[in-house]
């Protein structure tokens, strides 16, 4: 539990302020901030720093494909009374002359009066794709923006696609490895449906709607395809209060497996790590997990050679 985590409270006092006083930031080196890796028992990412008791994070932890960015979003000013900063702003940190600055916020979103959220990295690293609110008293009216690296910065952000965005609500979720996006839309219907588009030759291709596997009886509140399509993690509930993640296998014929019940529950938003080697996830602030869990509970009788890239099923 969040407001539990008794061992860095220390921490989060010395570094409360820290987004207005950079200058008081401890000095951070190393991969994931220099956090101690966590094991099977899910730990709260970089708590006091990313993951603040009085802040309200909303996303996973999106570092880039080198590790030298994360990005994630937060409110720092939930608990105050101004409605003017109550804004979800997106939030970022690099590394300088090795060590990780202070968070600042995401320069491309510093004028917006809109909130943004959910970051996902290409998998170059070379556009950074976010959820864009277009009404910023409307939480359920969001298109799909992205935004370039231009040097050592970022361009200013622009719809991701006609074919994407449209007059409902789209849901950004995950880029895969050959840059194809997985993301939800709300057709006026009581549950999100999963949709594909891929890239071919820069440009996105006409949305399809994904099958069963995708879309099932249950809510699914977020969706993670792995980089190489093989798996897929799944945030999904009945009741809307809380969430369970189930993970199934590509198999050889293309199909998937049934779904299988993970040991974890979470809030939404996914994210891996570069490595794949931890799966960032919302929990009461921003959570990881070792993702060895992944391979354990693949059935054995999977065809590990096989791949193909039959997403209707």
Same mark, same amino acid.
């Given at each position: 539990?969040?407001?539990?985590?008794?061992?860095?409270?220390?921490?989060?006092?010395?570094?409360?302020?820290?987004?207005?006083?950079?200058?008081?930031?401890?000095?951070?080196?190393?991969?994931?901030?220099?956090?101690?890796?966590?094991?099977?028992?899910?730990?709260?990412?970089?708590?006091?720093?990313?993951?603040?008791?009085?802040?309200?994070?909303?996303?996973?932890?999106?570092?880039?494909?080198?590790?030298?960015?994360?990005?994630?979003?937060?409110?720092?000013?939930?608990?105050?009374?101004?409605?003017?900063?109550?804004?979800?702003?997106?939030?970022?940190?690099?590394?300088?002359?090795?060590?990780?600055?202070?968070?600042?916020?995401?320069?491309?979103?510093?004028?917006?009066?809109?909130?943004?959220?959910?970051?996902? $990295?290409?998998?170059?690293?070379?556009?950074?794709?976010?959820?864009?609110?277009?009404?910023?008293?409307?939480?359920?009216?969001?298109?799909?923006?992205?935004?370039?690296?231009?040097?050592?910065?970022?361009?200013?952000?622009?719809?991701?696609?006609?074919?994407?965005?449209?007059?409902?609500?789209?849901?950004?979720?995950?880029?895969?490895?050959?840059?194809?996006?997985? $993301?939800?839309?709300?057709?006026?219907?009581?549950?999100?449906?999963? $949709?594909?588009?891929?890239?071919?030759?820069?440009?996105?291709?006409?949305?399809?709607?994904?099958?069963?596997?995708?879309?099932?009886?249950?809510?699914?509140?977020?969706?993670?395809?792995?980089?190489?399509?093989?798996?897929?993690?799944?945030?999904?509930?009945?009741?809307?209060?809380?969430?369970?993640?189930?993970?199934?296998?590509?198999?050889?014929?293309?199909?998937?497996?049934?779904?299988?019940?993970?040991?974890?529950?979470?809030?939404?938003?996914?994210?891996?790590?570069?490595?794949?080697?931890?799966?960032?996830?919302?929990?009461?602030?921003?959570?990881?997990?070792?993702?060895? $869990?992944?391979?354990?509970?693949?059935?054995?009788?999977?065809?590990?050679?096989?791949?193909?890239?039959?997403?209707?099923?």
């Amino acid at each position: 539990m969040k407001k539990a985590v008794s061992i860095f409270c220390l921490l989060a006092l010395t570094v409360t302020n820290l987004f207005s006083q950079p200058s008081d930031f401890p000095k951070l080196t190393g991969p994931y901030l220099g956090q101690k890796p966590p094991g099977k028992i899910p730990e709260l990412f970089a708590p006091g720093i990313i993951s603040v008791d009085d802040n309200f994070e909303h996303s996973a932890a999106a570092f880039s494909p080198d590790n030298s960015e994360v990005f994630w979003c937060t409110n720092i000013n939930w608990y105050t009374d101004k409605p003017g900063e109550r804004i979800l702003r997106l939030y970022y940190m690099k590394i300088v002359d090795g060590k990780w600055t202070a968070p600042q916020i995401a320069p491309f979103t510093k004028n917006l009066n809109v909130p943004v959220q959910r970051p996902v $990295f290409s998998p170059d690293g070379s556009k950074l794709y976010i959820e864009y609110f277009r009404d910023p008293n409307n939480d359920s009216d969001t298109d799909i923006f992205v935004v370039e690296r231009i040097g050592e910065g970022w361009s200013e952000p622009v719809p991701v696609s006609p074919l994407i965005n449209s007059p409902a609500t789209e849901r950004l979720h995950c880029v895969t490895a050959d840059g194809s996006l997985y $993301f939800t839309r709300n057709l006026m219907t009581r549950n999100e449906e999963i $949709f594909i588009s891929r890239l071919v030759n820069g440009a996105f291709t006409e949305p399809e709607k994904l099958g069963e596997s995708y879309n099932s009886d249950a809510y699914e509140v977020v969706i993670l395809i792995a980089p190489d399509e093989k798996y897929m993690l799944i945030g999904q509930t009945k009741d809307r209060r809380s969430s369970e993640l189930n993970i199934c296998y590509k198999k050889a014929d293309g199909t998937w497996t049934d779904r299988i019940k993970t040991p974890y529950s979470c809030g939404g938003f996914l994210a891996l790590s570069p490595d794949g080697k931890y799966l960032f996830f919302l929990q009461e602030g921003i959570c990881w997990v070792n993702t060895s $869990f992944i391979d354990e509970l693949k059935p054995q009788n999977l065809n590990k050679k096989g791949r193909h890239n039959n997403t209707n099923n």
